[in-house]
């Protein structure tokens, strides 16, 4: 009985000095958090086009907390509806030029998730985003959001040198790229700004066919599952060239190349053909990065 009471004595020590499982907590709700976001996001992309009535009639519930009475007299959240409801405004869209802004990019893989950032930054400011693109083609302004999905291949670096902080949006790669082709079919898979600008007003406005889906999964869900990576590198490690294809680090000459799309084919593009398997890469960074800041 004496050893029996020992043995107890012993396991309960060893349980009381056991280290707390912290990575199996961690674990456990990283995939509590996967289930919600995969549950969530879909029902918030559906009503991002308009297949939800009480979205369509601009009604969005917020915290009593954000209310206007509890808020600081500069802050605006659209119109108080009270009760913790709130009805979504346009914001300001002209910007002052004489306002000093620290400007915020917001930088994520084409799909529908960007936007989820700059409807509610719009909202809590009443300040407006503007494109990538509108940049390039319409010119500099005092936006202090900018919506970007540079380096990827629908996207340019338009903004010059006015953002100041970068914010990037990662998504659930399956969801993103069902909403990179419902964006695509939106604006008639448009390859250049003035084709896509032009529908501009169909974007979010029905749900494409789902042959429509497949066809294009199976000619570029692959290849862009490789962008939807090397995007994230990009970004993460300050601009340094990479090939999209190996994640190897690349050469000016090649990053180029990449950057120009429609221009090679993906054979022209491979690696070992334009850089070489066995040469030795000294890491460059894309000059924007360097020198832009």
């Not at 990538?132 to 540079?150: R, T, V």
């Not at 032009?198 to 066809?215: K, S």
């Not at 090939?243 to 950057?259: L, R, V």
Request: proline residues 6%.
């Amino acid at each position: 009985m004496a050893t029996m009471k020992r043995k107890k004595h012993r396991n309960q020590k060893h349980l009381a000095n056991a280290p707390f499982p912290w990575p199996f907590l961690l674990l456990m709700l990283a995939v509590i958090e996967v289930v919600r976001y995969t549950i969530t996001l879909p029902r918030l992309s559906h009503n991002l086009r308009g297949e939800n009535n009480y979205y369509t009639n601009n009604q969005v519930h917020i915290s009593p907390s954000l209310d206007v009475a509890n808020q600081r007299q500069n802050r605006k959240l659209s119109i108080d509806l009270g009760g913790g409801n709130c009805k979504w405004t346009p914001p300001t869209y002209d910007v002052d030029e004489e306002l000093d802004f620290h400007k915020t990019l917001i930088a994520g893989f084409p799909s529908g998730d960007k936007r989820m950032i700059f409807l509610q930054m719009e909202a809590l400011t009443g300040l407006p985003t503007k494109d990538e693109w509108d940049f390039e083609f319409l010119g500099m302004s005092n936006h202090p959001f900018i919506k970007a999905n540079y380096p990827h291949h629908e996207g340019i670096w338009g903004w010059g040198d006015v953002a100041d902080q970068v914010i990037m949006m990662i998504r659930n790669m399956r969801r993103s790229m069902v909403e990179y082709h419902d964006i695509l079919w939106d604006i008639g898979y448009a390859a250049d700004w003035e084709s896509a600008s032009l529908l501009l007003d169909d974007l979010y406005a029905e749900r494409p066919p789902q042959e429509d889906f497949l066809a294009w999964r199976d000619l570029r869900a692959l290849e862009e599952a490789h962008w939807y990576g090397w995007f994230i590198d990009y970004w993460m490690e300050g601009g340094l060239m990479r090939d999209m294809f190996t994640h190897k680090i690349t050469t000016p000459e090649h990053w180029n190349m990449i950057m120009m799309p429609g221009v090679y084919t993906i054979a022209e593009l491979d690696y070992d053909l334009v850089v070489g398997p066995n040469t030795i890469v000294t890491p460059s960074y894309d000059p924007h990065c360097a020198y832009d800041e």
